[in-house]
């Protein structure tokens, strides 16, 4: 009965999200309704103390980033800076290698170091005016999207600064390089599947006739056609996000060291900071504001004149963005609370190969959470000593394992109701019932890509 409960509150609210409700009303509803049917004496408390602490928890951390990344967008889109680069890049690749071409953008953005929710927010203009000037259906951007900035560079390629390619690392003692060609091959497998796939719906399209579409929701400002700025400086605000990015993370590290007392005239108590655990926000925060000053040196004319309308909405959807992943981040902290969930948690621990007990326990948990990094926190927490037992038995180097809980995570966790995917959705304008098919297919493509790793290295012995 624990275990019905725990799945039909995930099948309920991936059910909402599918439709078209929000999330931000039916998360609590969802995790609150499950509460109930566990125990009704304990909604109060863990409404309170589970998911309300974990939301604001999200918000005060995340919220900045948020902000930041849709002004960067809005600001990139009000310059006219998107459809310089658009324009570049069609010349390059032509327009029918449009997707190529925001799959790779995204690629180098989050390979840099830039937040995935902010890469979406950046990348959007990028795609709408490359979309509509090449013909390609609007709701293949979320997909596209999803293709370069949620998988391979996200927990595949060795070095990535993601989160997820950095949780393993306190678990197995290894570092973001570990198993560099397994992970460039899932990559590689992960790039031409899903390029392959985007390809197809493309040409599906166009034969029976559909373009980029009309009567679009958030749609981005077209930039005035004539006087458009040139795509070395249309690129400039990119190159020095991901660049300082990396940059302001050293310095952190290096000006701050791991712990950071400061003490202001009025505090009672000095102000402890656990520099670790907020210096990648810190950088990202400095790259973003000098990302936005940039196009500001080059552009201020063009954006000053739209900036305050443009600003609300900028806002407006940073709002809506970061309270829809704060609230499936509290539905997923509830859940993991509940008797059922430790259910499916001991389930898993009867898979007998070591590396598939790991793949399918943290894919399933970040499914069931909704969360990449989330997923793999608490199936390492609870189950990294018996992967390890298990792989030291099998002479299986933990530099695998690092990289299978990597890709693993990154796999079932953009069901529907994942905080990424409603951000994605609403930053385009789409909908669950528009564009989810193809970021579910992305999904599968990068589920199997761990199976494939895991095949390659019981096949070859190669890390």
Not at 171 to 195: C, E, H, M, Q, Y
Request: hydrophobic content about 55%; charged content about 10%.
């Amino acid at each position: 009965m624990d275990f019905l409960i725990a799945v039909a509150a995930l099948a309920f609210l991936m059910f909402i999200a599918y439709r078209g409700f929000s999330v931000i009303l039916f998360a609590p509803v969802a995790a609150m309704g499950a509460v109930l049917l566990t125990d009704p004496s304990a909604v109060p408390p863990v409404f309170t103390g589970v998911f309300m602490d974990k939301l604001v928890g999200f918000v005060k951390l995340y919220f900045p980033v948020f902000l930041l990344g849709a002004v960067f967008g809005k600001v990139i889109e009000l310059s006219g800076f998107s459809k310089s680069i658009v324009r570049a890049v069609i010349g390059l690749v032509g327009r029918q290698r449009a997707m190529l071409a925001i799959v790779l953008v995204c690629a180098v953005l989050t390979y840099g170091g830039v937040s995935l929710f902010v890469v979406v927010f950046a990348a959007y203009p990028f795609a709408a005016e490359m979309f509509r000037q090449s013909g390609i259906p609007k709701r293949l951007i979320p997909g596209t999207i999803a293709l370069g900035a949620f998988t391979f560079t996200m927990d595949s390629l060795p070095g990535t600064p993601q989160i997820q390619n950095i949780i393993p690392t306190t678990f197995f003692r290894t570092d973001t390089w570990a198993a560099p060609v397994l992970g460039t091959i899932g990559s590689a497998f992960i790039l031409a599947v899903g390029l392959a796939y985007l390809e197809w719906r493309r040409r599906s399209a166009a034969a029976a006739g559909e373009g980029y579409g009309e009567g679009h929701t958030n749609e981005p400002e077209p930039a005035d056609e004539e006087a458009l700025p040139h795509p070395a400086i249309a690129i400039l605000p990119l190159v020095a996000v991901g660049v300082l990015n990396k940059l302001f993370t050293s310095l952190i590290a290096a000006q701050y060291g791991a712990r950071h007392e400061v003490t202001l005239a009025g505090m009672a108590q000095p102000l402890v900071t656990q520099v670790p655990s907020v210096a990648a926000i810190w950088a990202v925060l400095g790259a973003l504001l000098v990302g936005i000053l940039t196009v500001l040196a080059f552009a201020y004319g063009r954006v000053a004149r739209r900036f305050a309308e443009g600003s609300k909405a900028a806002v407006g959807g940073a709002l809506l963005a970061s309270m829809n992943t704060a609230a499936e981040y509290g539905f997923g902290a509830v859940i993991a609370a509940l008797p059922g969930f430790l259910v499916i948690r001991e389930a898993l621990r009867a898979v007998p190969n070591p590396l598939v007990n790991e793949a399918v326990s943290v894919t399933v948990l970040a499914g069931i959470t909704g969360s990449a990094s989330g997923g793999m926190s608490i199936a390492l927490a609870a189950m990294a000593d018996q992967f390890i037992a298990g792989a030291e038995a099998a002479g299986i180097p933990l530099e695998v394992l690092h990289r299978v809980a990597s890709m693993a995570s990154g796999g079932m966790d953009t069901l529907p109701h994942n905080g990424a995917v409603i951000t994605l959705l609403a930053v385009t304008g789409l909908t669950h019932r528009q564009a989810y098919g193809d970021i579910f297919a992305i999904t599968l493509t990068k589920t199997a890509a761990v199976f494939v790793v895991i095949a390659v290295y019981y096949l070859t012995g190669i890390t």
